[in-house]
């Protein structure tokens, strides 16, 4: 059975950073490309970031360009999302997501492993 547990949301005030970590079990975490959705109220799941299976190469979503670096660590099946210069407009639930293959997809629906999300909350 497939799990993605994400951890390392919380509060925090504008300007800020988080990290957030997603642990994969039940896959072979190295043939995944990984990435990160985010889901506010109201609003429909949107790309953030992604990542290829060796880690070469990234594709991020141009309302986060510049601001969050995702990473991963294939010994310890897990892919991080550093954020930083956090904004009121970035609260949301981010969800890790796995996808079999090599490229990178900014649509939800060609993803095929979600996690349950973790609560990011930006104030002004």
């Known amino acids: 059975q497939v799990q993605l547990v994400e951890s390392g949301g919380g509060l925090v005030q504008a300007g800020g950073s988080l990290r957030l970590s997603c642990a994969a079990s039940?896959?072979?975490?190295?043939?995944?490309?990984m990435g990160w959705f985010r889901q506010a109220p109201g609003k429909e799941r949107e790309f953030v970031v992604a990542i290829t299976r060796s880690g070469v190469r990234t594709n991020s979503a141009d309302s986060v360009k510049g601001r969050v670096t995702i990473s991963r660590d294939n010994a310890k099946n897990t892919v991080y999302l550093q954020m930083n210069s956090l904004k009121p407009e970035d609260t949301a639930v981010y969800h890790c997501?796995?996808?079999?293959?090599?490229?990178?997809?900014?649509?939800?629906?060609?993803?095929?492993?979600w996690g349950q999300g973790t609560q990011v909350t930006v104030s002004s």
């Open positions: 039940g896959l072979t975490f190295s043939s995944y490309v």
């Open positions: 997501a796995a996808k079999n293959g090599a490229s990178i997809y900014d649509r939800s629906t060609s993803w095929d492993y």
